[in-house]
């Protein structure tokens, strides 16, 4: 009895235990067939503490591009073909894909043999099979395999391709823009459209790009964030400008641009635009873009400070007598300072400190073209007819009229004849007649005076009220440089209205308000000859 119980027993227990078997594997089986669970993908993210992101297999073997294949089309064949092996993911979906690749960026064509190859952004994918055994999952052997192979990352920015260029004119160039068949490598952007600079820029400066959406539309500047590079390239040399409020990528310097006209992957067309050479593709040996040539720079002296120089250091000066802004050094004056003159002049030829709006261009009177700066002629200095060297200043105080240029004159000189509001020539003594007098303007070459009635730091006209005092304005620009020939210690400031006003031996000095035009000194007969002299060097002190 007892036996037959532990039979009956024994059979309970394994029907119970079959019956919980089959219960465990049918929810396992439905856990399984859940909306919730993903496949396992066919195409993953791998990381590389060198390599950053790259595509791999499901089992992560390494994916490939070859710069071969500008086009898109796989031109791996023959041995290469066995050591680098296509890819095929057939029936690819978004649930295949690792997380943050799209579906849409994937396709897939047929090689010269009639297989099927997977694409990523129109490039063929391949495995690398050196000797024809594939390397293992996460190797990674292949990268930069004669700099034409490189693992297939999902955030280039730039990758190379080797190709034939091919103008818009139908013609083969080699990578010297002269007609020929030869593989240029060159930079592209993710997809394999082709990138260019332009002959004409400078170092991080667009010369090309203006507000002309037509104009602009034939080279697109390229935009694109730097992510991911080939291993070959130093991301360092990348940067950005700013372009018509976008942010321009540069190589070396170079501003980088598609060409519109390159409608198809892998078309190259814009070499030959509008000549060949002018547009040249990116390549990795490019030379560094060269600085905008500068025209005019500020080089220094330990005795005269900082003054105006041309692109060579070939020092400019004013001349006194040029009051009025013409070029009044003719004859043998001409010859010994010769005329500056820089044609087209733009803000990046100037040092940084340098305003484009201070300097403009006169003819003289022989018909030449001279630049001006503040109004003032600039000319170099040549004694004997030979110019003198680079950073050389001996032309300084010659005469007591000539002097070096400086951005930061608060006195000039300058060297005229005086005429008054009444239209009448004075002398120095503010008697009538004939003669240049030598007396002080402001950096722009407008006169300033003295009041007969002032006192020593002491302002006895200016009132505050403004229609007053608009007749003899104060001048009170802050001191900075002045002419060698002056003593600066003999400048000083008093409080006027606020205002600081300049005093020269005590004396405070003044604009004339109907002094309209550069080189006006009509206030020497206003209200009567010498009541209002003009502010010069051997002006005496001024009294208590």
Same mark, same amino acid.
């Given at each position: ?16 235990? +079959?019956? *919980? =078997?089959?219960?465990?594997?049918? #929810?396992?089986? %439905?856990?399984? /067939?859940?909306? @919730?669970?993903?496949?396992? !993908? ?114 280039? +920015?730039? *990758? =190379?391709?080797?190709?034939?260029? #091919?103008?818009? %004119?139908?013609? /083969?160039?080699? @990578?010297?823009?002269?007609? !020929? ?364």
């Amino acid at each position: 009895m007892k036996s037959k119980n532990k039979l009956l027993n024994r059979s309970y227990q394994l029907a119970v235990f +079959t019956y *919980m =078997l089959i219960f465990i594997l049918a #929810v396992s089986c %439905d856990n399984n /067939n859940t909306s @919730d669970q993903k496949p396992t !993908g066919q195409i993953k993210i791998a990381t590389s503490s060198t390599l950053g992101n790259y595509l791999t297999d499901s089992e992560g073997n390494t994916l490939y591009f070859f710069t071969l294949d500008a086009a898109g089309a796989n031109t791996c064949t023959g041995g290469c073909a066995t050591a680098w092996p296509i890819f095929y993911a057939e029936d690819l979906t978004q649930d295949l894909l690792a997380t943050g690749l799209s579906l849409a960026d994937f396709g897939t064509i047929t090689t010269a043999a009639g297989k099927e190859q997977t694409t990523y952004k129109g490039w063929p994918l391949y495995y690398y099979a050196p000797g024809g055994v594939r390397e293992l999952p996460n190797e990674t052997k292949g990268e930069a395999a004669g700099t034409v192979w490189y693992v297939a990352k999902p955030d280039y +920015t730039i *990758m =190379l391709v080797s190709a034939q260029l #091919v103008g818009l %004119d139908g013609k /083969n160039y080699k @990578d010297d823009y002269t007609e !020929g068949a030869a593989v240029t490598q060159y930079f592209t952007d993710a997809k394999g459209r082709t990138l260019y600079t332009f002959m004409y820029d400078n170092k991080n400066k667009n010369n090309y790009t203006t507000d002309d959406a037509a104009h602009n539309a034939s080279w697109p500047i390229y935009t694109e964030t730097l992510a991911s590079v080939p291993s070959t390239l130093d991301k360092s040399l990348f940067g950005t400008i700013d372009v018509s409020g976008e942010k321009q990528l540069t190589y070396k310097g170079w501003p980088i641009y598609y060409f519109g006209a390159d409608t198809q992957r892998g078309e190259n067309k814009g070499v030959s635009v509008p000549s060949p050479g002018v547009w040249p593709v990116v390549e990795a040996g490019i030379s560094e873009a060269q600085e905008v040539e500068k025209k005019i720079k500020i080089v220094s002296s330990t005795t005269l400070g900082k003054y105006l120089s041309d692109g060579d250091s070939n020092t400019l000066y004013f001349f006194a007598k040029d009051s009025k802004g013409a070029n009044t050094c003719t004859g043998g004056c001409a010859t010994a300072w010769p005329i500056y003159y820089v044609e087209n002049l733009t803000q990046d030829q100037l040092a940084s400190d340098l305003s484009l709006a201070d300097f403009g261009t006169i003819t003289t009177a022989g018909g030449d073209k001279q630049t001006t700066y503040k109004g003032w002629p600039l000319y170099y200095y040549a004694p004997g007819g030979v110019r003198e060297l680079p950073n050389e200043t001996k032309g300084e105080a010659v005469g007591t009229v000539w002097y070096v240029a400086k951005a930061d004159y608060t006195i000039m000189f300058a060297n005229a004849q005086l005429i008054g509001a009444d239209g009448k020539h004075y002398k120095a003594d503010y008697t009538e007649g004939d003669g240049n007098v030598q007396y002080f303007t402001d950096a722009e070459g407008r006169t300033l005076y003295t009041f007969t009635y002032d006192k020593k730091n002491k302002n006895n006209f200016t009132t505050g009220e403004a229609t007053h005092d608009a007749n003899w304005p104060i001048f009170a620009d802050d001191l900075a440089s002045v002419p060698s020939t002056l003593d600066k210690s003999l400048f000083g400031t008093i409080d006027v209205s606020g205002k600081k006003q300049l005093t020269y031996n005590g004396w405070p000095i003044y604009y004339f308000g109907a002094d309209t035009q550069r080189g006006d000194n009509k206030g020497v007969s206003v209200p009567s000859p010498g009541i209002w002299p003009v502010a010069a060097k051997n002006t005496s002190v001024a009294p208590e």
